[in-house]
């Protein structure tokens, strides 16, 4: 099993780009997690989806952030237009059934300049 | 949301066992308690989980108080992989669909001394 798999693993940036985050779950978990992990803020949930729809956006930080989750295989984040504080690490994260353990990717490091 | 209390930093020895503590006193009945740690560079890592009872995995274990106002886990051989940050953290089920947040605090950061 190869894990939740997130792309690119790295992402450098100018502000005002649009930045597109993209996560593979555990094949045969229903669950995907976004987070944002920052030195001042800790980590923290995005959004998450259940069976492919969204259900808690409430920690998405502002209209600049939206995720979509197509099928049970494949989810993005993305910000447009980007600005150096979301510079962070953005992790992934799926789970099997609803209240199970999750697994993490192994992150996104987003620096916007 | 339920809060939980951990000390910022821990030290143990290598080979020796390492009790974390977590305090959680506005704990409802339906709080399920987790750990989970961060291994440096890495995304978190699930531990070990319970509502009431003791639990015992090839991790860890996990020590709740009778009145489930605090808990601690518990590394019964401390190795230097172990030096991660430690979470605790209190998960909601409400509802059907029920709430899967999982909210993250600080942590303890585990310092393993060889």
């Known amino acids: 099993d190869a894990g939740v798999i997130q792309s690119p693993r790295h992402e450098v940036t100018e502000m005002g780009q649009e930045v597109t985050l993209r996560c593979k779950p555990i094949s045969g978990h229903n669950s995907l997690f976004w987070y944002r992990q920052t030195m001042m803020r800790g980590l923290e949930l995005l959004i998450y989806?259940?069976?492919?729809?969204?259900?808690?956006d409430s920690g998405m930080p502002e209209d600049r952030f939206s995720a979509k989750m197509p099928n049970a295989s494949f989810s993005t984040l993305k910000i447009q237009p980007s600005e150096p504080r979301d510079s962070a690490v953005y992790f992934c994260?799926?789970?099997?059934?609803?209240?199970?353990?999750?697994?993490f990717g192994p992150g996104t490091r987003l620096t916007v300049l | 949301d339920a809060k939980t209390t951990q000390p910022n930093s821990m030290e143990s020895n290598e080979e020796e066992p390492v009790h974390l503590p977590c305090n959680h006193s506005?704990?409802?009945?339906?709080?399920?308690i987790h750990w989970y740690r961060q291994l440096p560079s890495q995304g978190p890592e699930y531990v070990i989980h319970g509502l009431t009872s003791n639990v015992n995995n090839r991790m860890a274990s996990l020590a709740i108080a009778e009145d489930r106002k605090s808990s601690t886990l518990i590394l019964h051989r401390a190795t230097l992989r172990d030096a991660a940050v430690y979470y605790c953290i209190l998960r909601e089920v409400r509802g059907d669909f029920g709430n899967e947040k999982l909210t993250f605090g600080t942590g303890t950061r585990l310092t393993i001394i060889p």
């Open positions: 989806f259940n069976n492919n729809v969204p259900i808690d």
């Open positions: 506005t704990i409802s009945g339906t709080d399920y």
């Open positions: 994260a799926s789970s099997p059934r609803r209240g199970g353990e999750q697994f």
